[in-house]
Nanobody, 126 residues
Framework: QVQLVESGGGLVQAGGSLRLSCAAS????????MGWFRQALGKEREFEAA????????SYADSVKGRFTLSRDNAKNTVYLQMNSLKPEDTAVYYC???????????????????WGQGTQVTVSS
């Protein structure tokens, strides 16, 4: 069973950047597809980005495409979400998620993921 710990959240001005990290332990990291979701206050959790086991394939929500970049370092058991050109509407709690898989796919929906981190708050001021 894998445990996930997010870090890197904080307060940033609009137009600024943050890099979120998600460190995994307790499993063979390269066997897990990873995803990031976010939940704004009063809203449902929504998909933001996903990456395959190897890191060779990624997918992004339209709202963050071109601004966010997801990458992973399997040697460090960590996935990174680089967030640029941040907007106030990006304010949310960001969650990292993992899914054990043998395939090279990435996954979009919450039900695809069995393991979740505790979340990290990102606040973008205008």
């Amino acid at each position: 069973q894998v445990q996930l710990v997010e870090s890197g959240g904080g307060l940033v001005q609009a137009g600024g950047s943050l890099r979120l990290s998600c460190a995994a332990s307790g499993g063979t990291f390269s066997n897990y597809a990873m995803g990031w979701f976010r939940q704004a206050l009063g809203k449902e959790r929504e998909f933001e980005a996903a990456i395959s086991r190897s890191g060779g394939s990624t997918s992004y929500a339209d709202s963050v495409k071109g601004r966010f970049t997801l990458s992973r370092d399997n040697a460090k058991n960590t996935v990174y979400l680089q967030m640029n050109s941040l907007k106030p509407e990006d304010t949310a709690v960001y969650y990292c998620a993992a899914r054990w898989t043998r395939s090279g796919s990435y996954y979009y929906t919450q039900r695809d993921y069995a393991y979740w981190g505790q979340g990290t708050q990102v606040t973008v001021s205008s």
